[in-house]
């Protein structure tokens, strides 16, 4: 256990619908980041926060998916009108700035039916 | 071309055996370089950073050649639990990229 959580473990959706994931990060680190993985391959930066500042976005982040960190504390991803494509675990990390180690939460497995 | 890329495996080895894998990256500019581990169905851990100067952890080295962009991680005497997939990872900037990952099964 790293110290980062995540809810829920499991999302099991039917297309279409709206998701939100919740990240809470280890409490003294300021930077937050999410990823996305899918089977066979290895974690895909989606964007990533410094205190409630969003400071990168991936083009991989269609304009379905929003994130926020509304108190520079725990995180949410949603993701409206999902698609089987948005089926994955999602993965997020936090770190400390200056510090090169992020640390990854356990992920929240999406299947979108 | 993929920014990180590692041959996806599996390597079969038997308990005991030396092992190597290795990476290669697009981006000059990265700055930091790691290699994760991931169990299956779990999230990644960082297993070692890799310095220009090689550095070694236990029965794990690992190397970096920044003129050819490569990278490697070499176990040895090889444990089961050691069975994993190893993610090899750079960081350009802020954020990491990962590899696909090698598959590493040891076998009694």
């Known amino acids: 256990d790293t110290g980062v959580s995540q809810d829920p473990r499991h999302k099991i959706t039917k297309r279409g619908q709206n998701v939100t994931f919740r990240c809470d990060p280890i409490?003294?680190?300021?930077?937050l980041y999410w990823y996305r993985q899918t089977l066979g391959q290895g974690p895909e930066f989606l964007t990533y926060f410094q205190n409630e500042a969003q400071l990168e976005k991936s083009r991989l982040l269609s304009d379905r998916f929003s994130a926020e960190r509304p108190k520079g504390s725990f995180s949410t991803l949603e993701i409206q009108r999902t698609e089987q494509g948005d089926s994955a675990m999602y993965l997020c990390?936090?770190?400390?700035?200056?510090?090169?180690?992020?640390?990854f939460g356990p992920g929240t497995r999406l299947t979108v039916l | 071309r993929k920014e990180v890329e590692q041959d996806p495996g599996p390597f079969n080895v038997p308990e005991g055996a030396t092992v190597a894998f290795n990476c290669t990256y697009s981006?000059?500019?990265?700055?930091?370089f790691f290699w994760y581990r991931q169990d299956c169905r779990k999230e990644p851990k960082l297993l070692m950073s890799?310095?220009?100067s090689g550095n070694e952890d236990g029965r794990f080295t690992a190397q970096l050649n920044r003129a050819s962009q490569y990278i490697s991680l070499l176990i040895r005497d090889s444990k089961l639990s050691d069975s994993a997939t190893y993610l090899c990872?750079?960081?350009?900037?802020?954020?990491?990229?990962f590899g696909t990952g090698t598959r590493l099964q040891v076998f009694p």
């Open positions: 990872v750079v960081r350009p900037t802020d954020k990491l990229i």
């Open positions: 981006n000059s500019a990265s700055q930091s």
């Open positions: 409490s003294e680190h300021n930077r």
């Open positions: 990390a936090s770190s400390l700035s200056g510090h090169n180690e992020q640390f």
């Open positions: 890799v310095y220009s």
